[in-house]
């Protein structure tokens, strides 16, 4: 496996379900992101942990959770979604150097979530 | 607050017609200016960084400039197989780790 990778590709859920999605990244960066990504919308940043200490959580509803167990491996656990939570779900890589970052993301091919 | 205009928001060229796409920007202290392509159904794909203005960089049949303002994405005599997505990002200086991204310019090149 190369890059970052996420699973599922795709996923339909409930409103009650509860589900995951996951990422892993091959590239020795040491900060992960995920982004969401809504039709005729920019991308939005959810969350960002560096060297496993999560950084930024950019008003999220607690209906989503996010995991970083090391820092090759990155969670999102989603629960009680709604109907407006259906969108692309990307997760992304970069090299943190301090209080800097070299910008550069890399990433994966994203989880499409539809909530019914 | 940092804020990213993209434009056009679709633009449509025949095969070998160069155009430019056009990323303006607003930023407390510019860290550094980003583009990406995206090709439907995929995550983003990294072009290039711009630090500075005056800065170009070139990949191909690309090249990214930057001023003060805005930044442009050249495309010169395109193939139908740039057709994709173009999203333009900036970072703060005093936001380390926080890209804001513009809407994206979706091209499309007819042959």
């Known amino acids: 496996e190369t890059g970052v990778t996420q699973t599922p590709r795709h996923l339909v859920m409930g409103m009650t379900n509860k589900k995951s999605l996951k990422c892993e990244q091959h590239?020795?960066?040491?900060?992960m992101y995920w982004y969401k990504q809504s039709a005729k919308k920019p991308l939005e940043l959810m969350f960002v942990y560096s060297l496993e200490e999560r950084v930024e959580n950019n008003s999220v509803p607690s209906r989503f959770s996010p995991e970083c167990p090391n820092s090759s491996h990155l969670f999102l656990h989603l629960h009680t979604l709604q109907p407006e939570d259906s969108a692309l779900y990307l997760c992304?890589?970069?090299?943190?150097?301090?209080?800097?970052?070299?910008?550069?993301?890399?990433f994966g091919e994203g989880s499409r979530l539809t909530v019914l | 607050e940092d804020q990213v205009t993209q434009s056009p928001e679709a633009l449509r060229l025949q095969e070998g017609e160069s155009s430019s796409l056009n990323c303006s920007y607003t930023?407390?202290?510019?860290?550094?200016l980003f583009w990406y392509r995206q090709d439907p159904g995929k995550g983003p794909e990294f072009l290039f960084t711009?630090?500075?203005a005056g800065e170009e960089k070139e990949k191909e049949r690309l090249k990214a400039t930057l001023t003060k303002k805005e930044s442009f994405l050249h495309i010169t005599a395109p193939k139908p197989e740039d057709s994709a997505t173009y999203l333009c990002a900036v970072q703060a200086a005093t936001n380390a780790g926080k890209s804001t991204f513009g809407d994206g310019t979706t091209l499309t090149v007819k042959p």
């Open positions: 992304a890589s970069s090299q943190f150097q301090g209080l800097l970052n070299t910008g550069e993301l890399f």
């Open positions: 930023v407390s202290g510019l860290r550094g």
């Open positions: 711009l630090y500075s």
């Open positions: 590239l020795g960066h040491n900060a």
